[in-house]
Every structure is written in structure tokens, then in C-alpha cells.
């Protein structure tokens, strides 16, 4: 589009019938709050002298309409007989209209021409009598009031004059539209960067600058084509453009803000004609970087269970759950005990997500199932050529993956001594070497251990480092095995079988409420892991939408012993002896050698009615 800006009427006209001519979009604009709204809009502005300053300072194309001195002799021929016997004529013009007249009338030297004067508004004094003054017609108002005015002759551009400012404007449109488009890109690129941007031109003028680098700079409203100086009355940019060298990485604070800053100078034919500086809050690139490794590193090990998902309503599993709840809040090392399959990833896996690392990375290992060689290069990494087989470029270990999370290590206790060293080594420095390499790591890795072993047994028999286990036992979490929670057993079949149900598409919708009593006489050596491997058969097995207490038959049908977890019932026992229930209270009476408040506790009952079915049992 070409923008006609703020011609008078007769003028407008004229340009009208040139730019319909020559195919062009047309717009009429009077004020600059109508280009303003417009500035989205690729296009190309035609006024007078005098209003171009205003459009140019709004960094458009702007074609400016001057006279030239054929209008100059025209307007001298048309003039009365006795204006023509005037000596002198002076032109009253524009500043940038006098020099190009001036220069015009200085390159038709030897030819026959008129005795003129250029002035500008300012320069004029009080008429001379042997005078004649001409004015361009879109300047006659500015020389109103001038004592001069009654002598005053309008020039009128010609119609020559006219086309070549068409034809100039014209030529700009195409051009224009790159431009625009070339900008708006740059723009959306600078804008969407992560990192704050600034750059300056040779005399240090801000020329952009992205909301970013506004926020951290602490810069309000329109900054471009003003001195950096203005803003960082010491900036180092000043620096990179006299020397002409970039600077990487330099940490430095602006407005109580630790950041890193590159600047780079920009060379044009070995010239440094600016600089552009990027630079981002170290705290940024903290949390970038972890989430970086969260998302490359992703082993299907990530934290998935919380706290809460953890299914139990038992005082036991209860307090486990809000001592773990508690510990999260800490960054120092867990050990979680307990017997194999209580679920004690599930625990660590909760105190992550409890934790203020939860946006880290959570890592695990099994320190039982891999061998020592391996186990060591999975927890440190290795570099290119460590050993042979080694991954070409190396590999980053477990504790550089962990960096800003948890790494949990489960099975401690199968640890070899000699990894156990270099463990401790990475406990007390907070940081890590990689096999066969010199370079030490800094990581930032909270340590959650977890032991089926007793390991102060495994310190008297020589198997684990004294020093480690004071190292790891800092908090201790000991998970209740399942005949401790025997009253969580209804909620975790049926949360176990909603589970499976998805899992293996079946639909079982109904469980017998007499399976419970029969699996809460059960002692679960194998705990949550063996109930769960039993419920799982169950519903594989059951027919139809039902599982009952037939579908549980082969749990007891193991051992006929006695031994299978359930306490051996004589031929000659009471009816009430035969009752799961008095099994229960039996078992959990025998496991606690008759303390019967924490019999009370394991079976999810308080005293009284512990003493109640005892008597009712006949246990006491």
C-alpha cells in the first residue's frame, strides 16, 4: 500500500489519479495516530517536506514531495508583468528543500537562470522591496503571518515532479514488504529466545532488544536508538566494539542477579560495525538443566507413586507414611528397611515427589543385580575407551543423570565393598570421577538407600563398611511387612484388582468378602509382592465377572505342613481355634511374644478389643 500523508486536497487529488494509474493500493492517513494503528501493514508513505521528519522518526519509508527548479521557472513565468522585473527572487522553502534547490541551482552554472535566494522560514527578515518570493504550495501556511505574505507566489509541483515520486514510492512496496517480513521474523526470534538479547550499532545506540533482556535490565518503555550508556552508564559492550573480541561466559550480577553474559562483536568486511550480548539468570540454566536431564535420560525409572498413592489405612503403614511425609522435607540421606516386597521403592519413590527435588530426575538401581564391574560404571559412568566395550564418547553414570534429583539405591546391603568406598567417597565430596577419566564432576544428588538385610549384622561379619552405614542411617524408615497391616488387605486386593482389570482387560466386578479372613490367616512371607502375584492368578483364572474363595484354594494347598504361613491347626482343635480370625490374633500374639499392645497395633485394634477376642478365642 502507498500511504498519502497529510496532502491538501488538490494535491491528493492529483496523486490519487497517478497511483490508480499505475495499479497501486491507495490510503489516506491526516494524523500520526492513523499510521500508528496501520504500522502491522506493509507500505510506503508520500508527504510533503515538511511532515517526513514525523513519519521517518516511526522508521518508515518515506517519499518526501520537493519542488525542484523547472517548477522554480515555471512559477517565475507565470508570474505578473511586473513581478518578473524583479531582480531578485527569493524561495522560501523546507531546510531540506533549500540545500537540495541550492545544490540544483549551483549544477546549472552557465546557463541562463533567474537571480534567486533559498531561505528557510527562520532565515527570512522583513521583504525587500526588490523582491519577489515564491513558495511551495504546501508551505504557504507556515508563511502566513510573514510581513512578506502579500508578495508571496505559490510553487506547484509538476505533474513530472508528481510521477517520479509515484514511481519511487512504487518501487519501494515490494522492498518495503521484505523488509517487514525480514523484520517481524527477527523480532518473533529475539522475542521467543530464552535468553535475554541487546544490540548496538557502532556508536553503541541501542537497536534491539527483547522483553527479556528489558525484565532483567530493569528498561521501561522505548529504548531503541538510545545509548546503552543512557541505561549501563559502564556497559562492557563499549569494550567488545573497540576491540572487536567476544567474550563467553562471564558471570557477572545485575540487580542482585547472578547471570552469564556472551558478547559477541559484529564484523562486516573486517569492521565491527556493533555488538550483540545474550545472557540468562544462572538460576534459569539450573532448572534447564535439569529438566534437560529428566527428559534425555528418561530410563522408565522416574518418580510415579506418592505418598498418598500408597494404599493402607493400618496405624503401621499409616505412621510409615507420615514419617516419610516428614523426611522428604529434609535433603538428607534415607535408608528404608524392611523384608522384600513391602514396598520400599514405592517409599522412596514418594519422598522424591514429597521433596523440593520433585522436578529433578529420580534414578534407581539394584545393587544385587549387577555384577561389580557394571555396577560401578552404571553409578560413576566411564569415559570413551574406559574399557573394552566401553561406548565411544563414554557415558555419563547414574549420579550425574540424578544431578538436582534422587538417586535411589536399592538393595544397599548387596553392595561390593570396593564400590562401597567409592560411594562413600561421593557422599562426603559431592562429587564424582568417571572410570578411566581425571575430570571430577560436581553433582547434587540426595541419597535414598534401601536393605532387606540387617546391616549392623553385616558390619560384625565384615560385608559392610562401618563408615558407610553411619554415612547412610542418618533417617531411618522401616516399612511394616504385611502380616503387621493384615487389616489393608481388603484395600489393596481391591485396588490390585481395579489395577489388573485395565491391565489384562478382564472385569472382575465382584470379590467374596469370606476371601479376606481366609487371606488375613495367611503370615505372607513374600508380603504386598506374594499377595500381589496371588491376586494376579485370581483374576487370570477367575470365570466370569466373580472371585471367590475357591479361586484362593491354592494358596493353602502349597504346604500341608503347616509351614505355608498360616500356624498348623491340630486334627483335635476347637472350632474356635479353627477360625481365621483366632489364627490371626494367635499369629500376631506369637510374633510380638504376647505384647499385646503391639499385637493390638499389627492387627489394627485397640487393646480392648484385643482383650475381648481373646477371651472369646480362649487365647490368653
Not at 518578473?84 to 533549500?98: F, I, L, N
Not at 552557465?110 to 533559498?118: R, V
Not at 568417571?434 to 547434587?444: A, S
Request: proline share 5%.
Amino acid at each position: 500500500m502507498i500511504a498519502l500523508y497529510r496532502l491538501d486536497k488538490e494535491l491528493e487529488r492529483k496523486m490519487t489519479a497517478l497511483l490508480e494509474n499505475s495499479g497501486q493500493n491507495i490510503g489516506f492517513f491526516y494524523s500520526i495516530k492513523s499510521i500508528l494503528d496501520q504500522m502491522m501493514n506493509p507500505f510506503v508513505a508520500i508527504t510533503t517536506e515538511k511532515y517526513s521528519e514525523e513519519l521517518e522518526a516511526l522508521s518508515l519509508p518515506v517519499v518526501s514531495l520537493s519542488i525542484d527548479m523547472n517548477d522554480v521557472r515555471r512559477a517565475i513565468a507565470t508570474l505578473p508583468d511586473e513581478g518578473r522585473g524583479h531582480k531578485v527572487v527569493v524561495v522560501c522553502a523546507t531546510q531540506k528543500e533549500k540545500s537540495w534547490l541550492q545544490q540544483e541551482y549551483a549544477l546549472e552554472e552557465g546557463q541562463p537562470q533567474p537571480d534567486c535566494t533559498f531561505l528557510c522560514a527562520k532565515e527570512l527578515a522583513y521583504p525587500q522591496e526588490q523582491a519577489v518570493y515564491l513558495v511551495p504550495i504546501w508551505n504557504r501556511h507556515a508563511f502566513a503571518l510573514h510581513p512578506a505574505s502579500q508578495q508571496w507566489h505559490p510553487v506547484e509541483p509538476s505533474l513530472a515532479t508528481l510521477r517520479k515520486a509515484v514511481q519511487q514510492a512504487a518501487s519501494l512496496v515490494t522492498y518495503t514488504k521484505e523488509r517487514l517480513r525480514e523484520k517481524h521474523q527477527m523480532e518473533a526470534v529475539v522475542n521467543s529466545a530464552h535468553d535475554a538479547v541487546i544490540a548496538v550499532d557502532r556508536h553503541s545506540q541501542i537497536t534491539l532488544v527483547n522483553e527479556h533482556a528489558k525484565m532483567l535490565l530493569g528498561l521501561s518503555g522505548d529504548v531503541l536508538g538510545k545509548p546503552i550508556t543512557d541505561y549501563i552508564p559502564h556497559s562492557d559492550m563499549l569494550r567488545v566494539l573497540k576491540t572487536g573480541r567476544e567474550e563467553l561466559g562471564e558471570i557477572a550480577t545485575v540487580r542482585d542477579r547472578s547471570i552469564v553474559i556472551n558478547r559477541i562483536p559484529v564484523i562486516v568486511k573486517d569492521q565491527v560495525v556493533g555488538a550483540v550480548s545474550n545472557f540468562k539468570e544462572i538460576i534459569d540454566i539450573q532448572k534447564m538443566e535439569m529438566t534437560l536431564r529428566k527428559k534425555l535420560h528418561d530410563n522408565g525409572l522416574s518418580a510415579r507413586y506418592r505418598l498418598d498413592s500408597i494404599v493402607g489405612s493400618s496405624p503401621a503403614i499409616l505412621e510409615t507414611k507420615e514419617q516419610a511425609a516428614l523426611f522428604a522435607k529434609t535433603n538428607a540421606t534415607v535408608l528404608i528397611t524392611g523384608e522384600s516386597g513391602t514396598g520400599k521403592e514405592l517409599f522412596a519413590q514418594g519422598i522424591h515427589l514429597e521433596s523440593g527435588r520433585a522436578v529433578g530426575p529420580f534414578l534407581a538401581v539394584n545393587c544385587a543385580a549387577l555384577p561389580e564391574g557394571l555396577l560401578e560404571s552404571e553409578l560413576f559412568g566411564y569415559e570413551d575407551g574406559a574399557f573394552t566395550g566401553a561406548k565411544k564418547g563414554g557415558k555419563p553414570g547414574l549420579f550425574e543423570l540424578a544431578h538436582g534429583g534422587t538417586l535411589f539405591l536399592d538393595e544397599i546391603g548387596e553392595m561390593p565393598l570396593r564400590i562401597q568406598v567409592l560411594l562413600l567417597r561421593v557422599l562426603q565430596e559431592r562429587r564424582v570421577r568417571r572410570v578411566g577419566g581425571e575430570k571430577v564432576i560436581p553433582v547434587d544428588v540426595r541419597i535414598v538407600a534401601a536393605t532387606n538385610r540387617e546391616l549392623a549384622k553385616e558390619i560384625e561379619k565384615e560385608q559392610f563398611r562401618a563408615d558407610l552405614y553411619y554415612r547412610i542411617n542418618m533417617l531411618r524408615l522401616d516399612v511394616p511387612p504385611l502380616r503387621e497391616r493384615l487389616s489393608d488387605i481388603p484395600l489393596l486386593v481391591e485396588s490390585m484388582i481395579r489395577e489388573m482389570n485395565e491391565q489384562h482387560e478382564k472385569k472382575i466386578k465382584e470379590v467374596d468378602e469370606d476371601i479376606f479372613p481366609l487371606f488375613q490367616s495367611y503370615s505372607w512371607p513374600g508380603n504386598v509382592r506374594e499377595l500381589r502375584n496371588v491376586v494376579e492368578r485370581m483374576v487370570l483364572l477367575a470365570k466370569g465377572g466373580r472371585i471367590g474363595k475357591e479361586d484362593a484354594g491354592f494358596l493353602f494347598a502349597r504346604q500341608k505342613g503347616g509351614h505355608d504361613g498360616r500356624l498348623p491347626v491340630p486334627p483335635e482343635a476347637s472350632e474356635a481355634e479353627r477360625n481365621p480370625e483366632a489364627q490371626q490374633i494367635a499369629s500376631a500374639l506369637q510374633q510380638t511374644r504376647y505384647n499385646k499392645t503391639l499385637a493390638a497395633k499389627a492387627l489394627g485394634m485397640d487393646r480392648t478389643t484385643l482383650w475381648r477376642k481373646m477371651k472369646q478365642y480362649r487365647l490368653e
